[in-house]
């Protein structure tokens, strides 16, 4: 890509990924985002931060290069992790053997970020861009957007085109399919006793706990493309007490809508009718994604990439995953979406997580011919 350097690119990806930015981290946060705008304002484009409802642990920044209400293409990707404070300065940035780039967020997805930034500086240094777009960096989407979904689907409601630069497959895949997803958080109260002495007063809120995950556990079927992950399960005080207390938490990954609706209200009906009838449950909805199909115009725009990867001899495919993004909000509102659009990478959410370097230049290339082609950019 025409001024791009690796080298600097790089340098760039292990200063943001030396800032912890896991679970509403506000000071990391902020740090990256106050580092992008920095940056985007220095090309001449407006670069805005915002919270929703003053929750300053989340912030919300969009760049655009025009005034005007409509937005040819958005693209998005977000500055926060799944990893604790500690995390990024107990395993910095590094390279190995293969040309894997480790780390924290490396791939996912902060290395999306800084592909945004060096896609837009190259197409307006090279005089390429004559659409317009707004760039949406946000720092909720791994606790499900909660507090950028508003302000991403008030955008989606303006927009025409979506590029999602969250991380591409390990074979360089982009996405055209994500399943529904919701987090759940359910919490059991039962009646404390003395395990040996009169357990027959007690209500084990372990048990009934214990009783739901076999239950939801029952609508695990791959074939069908649902999934049920129980990622969190306590309770209890000590092996003298009935348990009076119990709570887990429970991620659930649907590819048929009708499945994920049917799921959602079984386990209301559940907490209606515990097991235990003794016990109280209370469940929380933490979150909920639709589904991300492909519409008719999604497809359109998968076929001008196809045609691009003709012409680079980058052979495009596309696969439906189970992890949830932005996406899943954005293409419900019509707008024709292409996702995994960043670097290729893999392990995600684990200490294997990593970022395929050789991929980086590869698919800005591809970003910049498809954006140029859409819009009738001349080379």
């Known amino acids: 890509m025409k001024g791009f350097s690796l080298d600097?690119?790089?340098?760039?990806?292990?200063?943001?990924?030396?800032?912890?930015?896991?679970?509403?981290?506000?000071?990391?946060?902020?740090?990256?985002?106050?580092?992008?705008?920095?940056?985007?304002?220095?090309?001449?484009?407006?670069?805005?931060?915002?919270?929703?409802?003053?929750?300053?642990?989340a912030p919300f920044v969009t760049v655009r290069n025009s005034d005007s209400e409509r937005i040819d293409v958005m693209m998005i990707a977000h500055m926060d992790t799944v990893f604790p404070v500690g995390e990024a300065a107990a395993r910095p940035m590094s390279i190995d053997g293969q040309g894997r780039v480790r780390g924290p967020g490396c791939a996912d997805c902060k290395g999306g970020c800084v592909s945004m930034y060096y896609l837009i500086k190259s197409m307006l240094g090279n005089g390429e861009v004559n659409f317009n777009f707004c760039v949406c960096m946000n720092s909720d989407e791994e606790k499900g957007s909660v507090h950028s979904r508003e302000f991403i689907e008030e955008l989606a409601e303006k927009a025409d085109r979506c590029l999602i630069?969250?991380?591409?497959?390990p074979a360089e895949e982009y996405v055209d399919t994500r399943k529904s997803g919701a987090n759940y958080h359910?919490?059991?109260?039962?009646?404390?006793?003395?395990?040996?002495?009169?357990?027959?007063?007690?209500?084990s809120?372990?048990?009934?706990?214990?009783?739901?995950?076999?239950?939801?556990?029952?609508?695990?079927?791959?074939?069908?493309?649902?999934?049920?992950?129980?990622?969190?399960?306590?309770?209890?005080?000590?092996?003298?007490?009935?348990?009076?207390?119990?709570?887990?938490?429970?991620?659930?990954?649907?590819?048929?809508?009708?499945?994920?609706?049917?799921?959602?209200?079984?386990?209301?009906?559940?907490?209606?009718?515990?097991?235990?009838?003794?016990?109280?449950?209370?469940?929380?909805?933490?979150?909920?994604?639709?589904?991300?199909?492909?519409?008719?115009?999604?497809?359109?725009?998968?076929?001008?990439?196809?045609?691009?990867?003709?012409?680079?001899?980058?052979?495009?495919?596309?696969?439906?995953?189970?992890?949830?993004?932005?996406?899943?909000?954005?293409?419900?509102?019509?707008?024709?979406?292409?996702?995994?659009?960043?670097?290729?990478?893999?392990?995600?959410?684990?200490v294997d997580e990593y970022m395929i370097k050789d991929t980086v230049e590869k698919r800005l290339d591809v970003m910049r011919a498809l954006l140029m082609r859409v819009f009738a950019v001349k080379d």
């Open 8 to 57: 600097e690119y790089l340098k760039d990806l292990a200063y943001v990924m030396s800032i912890d930015t896991g679970n509403f981290n506000g000071e990391g946060t902020n740090a990256v985002a106050d580092f992008f705008i920095e940056r985007y304002r220095a090309l001449g484009l407006v670069a805005e931060k915002k919270y929703r409802n003053g929750f300053t642990a």
């Open 165 to 169: 630069f969250e991380p591409g497959r």
């Open 186 to 203: 359910i919490t059991v109260h039962g009646i404390a006793a003395h395990s040996g002495t009169e357990p027959e007063k007690g209500a």
């Open 205 to 350: 809120a372990i048990v009934e706990l214990a009783r739901w995950v076999v239950r939801l556990q029952e609508f695990f079927d791959l074939e069908e493309g649902t999934t049920v992950n129980f990622g969190r399960f306590d309770g209890g005080k000590n092996n003298g007490q009935v348990p009076d207390f119990a709570d887990m938490t429970v991620s659930l990954r649907c590819l048929l809508p009708e499945r994920a609706d049917m799921i959602d209200r079984t386990i209301h009906e559940m907490a209606a009718a515990p097991f235990n009838p003794r016990c109280t449950v209370e469940v929380e909805t933490v979150s909920r994604r639709p589904a991300m199909f492909p519409h008719e115009k999604t497809k359109a725009f998968v076929e001008e990439l196809r045609a691009v990867g003709r012409e680079l001899d980058f052979p495009i495919v596309t696969i439906v995953t189970g992890g949830g993004s932005d996406g899943n909000f954005i293409a419900h509102h019509g707008v024709a979406t292409i996702d995994g659009c960043g670097p290729s990478g893999g392990s995600l959410h684990t």
